[in-house]
């Protein structure tokens, strides 16, 4: 399971396997103090469909036809630098990512007073360092939007582009382990690791 935390949020992303079509099965759970953000009882059931049966207690399932395109846009995105999304086709989750960057992506209309000697002199130095790493540091932010598809709840009959999301500001070292954690699970999927649902 690949594990990205901020605070006392957390979000989980599983490849359990691939169904009989060898689609890509995942469970994606968004947590808070390692409990379920998602009330069980407003997800879609599990005798909805045979889908549906195998859907884990306060997750979501999401599947997908393209081999490993999850991890290949979130790797895309760090070494770039730009911004990159993934959907999946079923039942619709979307994961976007945004290097360097802090939700609401625009500029702040907060004026700066004051600032310190020290802390000039530190991002000073923090400027010099990224030079001379090439433009990238560990600790440079990321942010990470992942957005369930509103088709994931009970009532609802289809996909409609809505749905709650989960906002997550990381560092680009603990985003690269996410992705590193993530290919593992897809490691396991090709060595015939299978989820017949």
């Given at each position: 399971?690949?594990?990205l935390?901020?605070?006392?949020f ?8 691939r169904d009989?079509e060898?689609?890509i099965?995942?469970?994606i759970?968004f947590?808070?103090?390692g ?13 909805f469909s045979?889908?549906w049966?195998?859907?884990p207690?306060g997750?979501?399932?999401?599947e997908?036809c393209?081999e490993d395109?999850l ?5 895309k995105?760090?070494d770039?630098?730009?911004?990159q999304y ?6 619709g ?11 609401p ?7 700066k ?7 000039r ?9 990224r ?5 990238n540091?560990?600790e440079?932010?990321v ?5 369930v598809d509103s ?5 609802e009959?289809?996909y ?7 906002i997550l ?7 690269q382990q ?20």
């Amino acid at each position: 399971m690949a594990i990205l935390s901020s605070g006392s949020f957390r979000l989980e992303i599983r490849m359990t396997g691939r169904d009989v079509e060898d689609w890509i099965r995942y469970e994606i759970f968004f947590r808070y103090k390692g409990k379920s953000i998602f009330d069980d009882r407003i997800l879609k059931f599990r005798d909805f469909s045979r889908h549906w049966n195998t859907r884990p207690f306060g997750g979501i399932l999401g599947e997908d036809c393209d081999e490993d395109e999850l991890i290949k846009k979130m790797q895309k995105a760090l070494d770039t630098g730009e911004p990159q999304y993934f959907e999946a086709l079923d039942p619709g989750f979307l994961v976007a990512v945004y290097p360097d960057k802090f939700f609401p992506f625009i500029p702040s209309n907060r004026i700066k007073v004051y600032q310190s000697d020290e802390l000039r002199q530190q991002q000073m130095d923090n400027e010099l360092v990224r030079e001379l790493a090439g433009g990238n540091l560990p600790e440079d932010p990321v942010t990470i939007i992942v957005r369930v598809d509103s088709f994931n709840f009970c009532d609802e009959i289809a996909y409609s582009g809505n749905g709650p999301a989960i906002i997550l500001t990381s560092t680009r070292y603990k985003i690269q382990q996410f992705i590193d954690a993530l290919q593992l699970e897809y490691e396991a999927t090709k060595c015939g690791k299978r989820n017949p649902g």
